[in-house]
């Protein structure tokens, strides 16, 4: 257990609106990531960070934004949702040997 | 952009048939780290390799990595009922990259 929770856990939402996820993490790592899950795509980068204010995009960014102001929440936004990002979204941390530790999932559904 | 390759993406086993997943890298890996994932759930971290020819287990799970780094393969001893889920192979170019997917390989456990 990597100390990662998301919430919320499940999130039916309307298209057009705003959506914040967090992800909180318990024991002070540097690195953080938001990957989105869809059959057949697997598990995509959307943005990650290593730092409090310091992030990158990764290979599925648009229509996301993520920030960091503290070290344990990296918060994910949708702007405007669309039904294209219906989707499971995990956040994940980066472990000492550099391996990834995953939470438990938010399941997005855009109506 | 690195891309892994799972096969097969589907496996159906009796229960105590031994199996084997395999995971192919476009490039040459800084390391390879398997994940398994239950319906539903987040991903379970397994096993990182990082050394050409590195074979490491845990209970009755196996994983090895080409001297090449650039293929793996989890083989699985005595299948059971607990070992059906989604198997994940993810990469990283560098200890500092985050970790590509391949799409995964649902394994279920027939008795």
């Known amino acids: 257990d990597a100390g990662i929770t998301q919430s919320p856990r499940h999130k039916v939402t309307e298209t057009g609106t705003p959506v914040t996820l967090r992800c909180h993490q318990t024991?002070?790592?540097?690195?953080m990531y938001w990957y989105r899950q869809d059959p057949g795509h697997g598990l995509r980068l959307i943005h990650y960070?290593?730092?409090?204010?310091?992030?990158d995009k990764g290979e599925v960014s648009d229509g996301y934004s993520v920030s960091r102001s503290k070290t344990e929440d990296f918060l994910l936004t949708l702007e405007s949702a669309t039904s294209s990002q219906t989707s499971v979204y995990f956040c994940?941390?980066?472990?000492?040997?550099?391996?990834?530790?995953f939470g438990p999932g938010t399941r997005l559904t855009v109506t | 952009s690195q891309e892994l390759e799972q096969s097969p993406q589907s496996l159906i086993v009796q229960e105590g048939k031994n199996l084997t997943i395999n995971c192919t890298s476009s490039?040459?890996?800084?390391?390879l780290y398997w994940y398994k994932q239950k319906y539903g759930e987040g991903l379970i971290f397994l096993m990182m390799?990082?050394?050409?020819?590195e074979e490491k287990s845990h209970e009755k799970i196996t994983a090895k990595l080409d001297e090449k780094k650039q293929q793996s393969s989890l083989h699985i001893t005595a299948s059971q009922p607990s070992h059906a889920g989604i198997y994940l192979c993810?990469?990283?170019?560098?200890?500092?990259?985050?970790?590509?997917f391949g799409k995964g390989t649902r394994l279920s456990v027939i008795a």
């Open positions: 994940a941390i980066k472990g000492p040997t550099y391996e990834q530790y």
């Open positions: 024991e002070n790592h540097r690195y």
């Open positions: 960070s290593y730092g409090v204010k310091d992030t």
């Open positions: 490039k040459t890996l800084y390391g």
């Open positions: 390799l990082q050394k050409g020819g």
């Open positions: 993810g990469a990283d170019a560098s200890g500092n990259t985050p970790l590509v």
